[in-house]
């Protein structure tokens, strides 16, 4: 089993609409947990971060996290064709000193 | 003003030869990594250096060889390349708490091996 999995997809939602991307840790030493953005060609880059149950937004983007189901999700809300990219999930171990990914979800945005 | 930055950002190659990738960061971290993604995107760390002490040496084939000659370069030298090292390489950088901050990625650099 892999310590974080996620659905490769593709997903693809409709312009506007909200996308939802889900992701599952088998490790319960995990601490916190990273979405990452990684447009084609480019480098990942950090979107975010949660550690506590419950959700945090920022912006369009709401992170949820149950650690009883060891479950974390993304929402983005009025997706927009910019959103379109693969989105990697992320756990930190504690006492690891590194993050553990998954294969990430590839998103489609469609106008 | 570029945070983490590697060299170069292109690099083909044919089998046999060495080659080596250079990382540099201007954030003051402390702790730098070496990731290599394969073609379906999968990130797999190799090696994770803290104020340049080996902390990280995952199952890697001792074809590759890291060097950190102090906490903001990070370089990866890899010998008698083969046809399986395509990938891109990142390098990536975090401060003391992982779990707190995450990481700074570099631009990659994309390995082909001919």
């Known amino acids: 089993q892999k310590e974080v999995e996620q659905n490769s997809g593709p997903l693809s939602v409709p312009e506007g609409a909200i996308a939802s991307l889900n992701c599952t840790y088998s490790d319960r030493g995990s601490q916190s947990f990273f979405w990452y953005r990684q447009y084609s060609g480019k480098s990942p880059e950090l979107i975010m971060f949660i550690y506590s149950n419950g959700d945090k937004e920022d912006g369009r983007f709401t992170a949820q996290l149950n650690k009883a189901s060891q479950y974390v999700s993304l929402l983005i809300r009025d997706s927009q064709p910019s959103d379109s990219a693969t989105y990697l999930c992320a756990s930190a171990i504690q006492g690891a000193q590194k993050l553990v990914f998954g294969q990430g979800t590839r998103l489609t945005i469609n106008p | 003003d570029t945070a983490v930055s590697q060299t170069p950002k292109y690099l083909v190659t044919q089998m046999g030869n060495d080659k080596s990738i250079k990382c540099e960061q201007n954030?003051?971290?402390?702790?730098m990594y070496w990731y290599k993604q394969d073609s379906k995107k999968f990130l797999k760390i190799m090696f994770s250096y803290n104020n340049k002490e080996l902390i990280i040496n995952e199952t890697v084939p001792n074809r590759f060889s890291p060097k950190s000659p102090d906490k903001a370069h990070l370089n990866l030298h890899i010998n008698s390349l083969e046809l399986g090292d395509s990938a891109v390489y990142f390098c990536?950088?975090?401060?003391?708490?992982?779990?707190?901050?995450?990481?700074?990625f570099g631009s990659g650099t994309r390995l082909t091996v001919v």
């Open positions: 954030l003051g971290h402390d702790t």
């Open positions: 990536a950088s975090s401060p003391r708490s992982v779990s707190l901050y995450g990481y700074t």
